[in-house]
């Protein structure tokens, strides 16, 4: 397994697939876009479904999520979802994408087995969204989630991260916009991941502040806390139940203690946190003749290194040098 000298146990892998995205969201890179890595660089499709095999077959791995950049731009993320949905045994595998692109690709995918997808939709607002991401494409976005809600990758997940001054006055109309669709919204935390690294706590609105504005419109009850396990989302049940909304406090409220994830970036480096500052290279040994013995041993090493927690409030902390692009969430 991948256990590390804490006693957490990897069983949920996350595949950056590409690290390009269409849109320029400004938590997460600059206007003009970020140098891509070149494709000799990256994985291909053979080589990332090698991996995830490896990780499902014999080193406990239980579910997939493909990431990116944007995943959907990666033109064999079909066949690479029925890759590994066709595993034994066979793992859950998810998407998270910004949405441009899926109302094309949600039933495709649903055919190749995907079980469910994360979206990003940070605004109801047409011009917000320009604001933000630098691109006209909100209507996109939402002709994906209903099309991925019409495909059956239910529950649709919506992400949504709030930034002060810009939408943070969104919370209730978000939520109040999933509840009526059907769709299960999360609220996270800004992270200090963004290229720029211009992340400040102050500009950052909290997992407390999310709440309280919810809570003047919502009657929120905590969800039962022995189902979260280590999921990132601290869910609540809205009016009673059943339908429920999420918030991830990455900063505030760390969830380290209970992490089980492990990250692959499309250039077959092993992360073992988002914010890790070191990685373990697959991709080398792998194309050098490395067997599937060989790179599991690696991968277990890597986990092994894992650190206690993110280090965020530590004043030694450093922003990774990769930003969230180039990692996958």
């Given amino acids: 397994m991948l256990r590390d000298s804490f006693g957490r146990v990897a069983t949920d892998l996350r595949v950056s697939l590409t690290d ?13 876009g970020l140098d891509w890595l070149p494709k000799a660089q990256l994985l291909t499709a053979d080589e990332i479904v090698r991996l995830v095999r490896i990780g499902v077959e014999r080193l406990g791995v239980t579910e997939v ?5 944007e995943p959907l731009l990666r033109r064999e993320l079909v066949d690479i ?3 590994t949905t066709a595993l034994d045994p066979r793992p859950q595998v998810l998407l998270t994408t910004n949405g441009i692109g899926l109302a094309r690709l949600a ?8 079980d469910r997808v ?13 604001q933000l991401a630098h691109r006209d494409r909100h209507a996109d976005v939402i002709a994906g989630l209903a099309a991925a809600d019409a495909a059956g990758l239910r529950p649709v997940k919506v992400n949504a991260v709030l930034m002060r001054g810009v939408n943070d006055h969104e919370a209730v109309p978000l939520l109040r916009f999933c509840l009526e669709r ?11 991941l963004d290229a720029q690294h211009g992340w400040t706590r102050e500009g950052m609105i909290t997992a407390d502040e999310i709440l309280e504005r919810l809570s003047a419109a919502f009657d929120l009850t905590p969800d039962d806390l022995e189902q979260r396990g280590s999921a990132p989302a601290e869910r609540f049940l809205v009016g009673g139940g059943p339908a429920r909304v999420g918030v991830i ?19 077959g480096q092993v992360r073992n946190c988002l914010f890790a500052t070191e990685e373990s290279d697959l991709k080398t040994a792998m194309r050098a003749g490395a067997s599937d013995d060989d790179l599991a041993a690696r991968w277990v090493a890597a986990v092994a290194r894992k650190r206690a927690g993110h280090g965020i409030d530590d004043p030694s902390f450093l922003q990774p040098s990769r930003p969230m692009s180039a990692i996958g969430g």
Avoid: H, W
Avoid at 182 to 192: N, T
């Fill in 182 to 192: 059907g769709y299960e919204l999360r609220f996270i935390e800004q992270m200090p």
């Fill in 81 to 83: 979802v029925a890759r």
């Fill in 65 to 69: 999520r493909y990431t990116g950049g």
């Fill in 107 to 114: 039933e495709p995918l649903a055919q190749a087995g995907l």
């Fill in 20 to 32: 390009k995205c269409n849109l320029r969201c400004t938590y997460c890179m600059p206007p003009e």
């Fill in 249 to 267: 406090g990455s900063v505030t409220r760390p969830f380290c203690g209970a992490c089980d994830r492990v990250r692959l970036t499309a250039d």
């Fill in 118 to 130: 994360n979206v990003s939709l940070d605004t109801l607002d047409p011009a917000t969204f320009k």
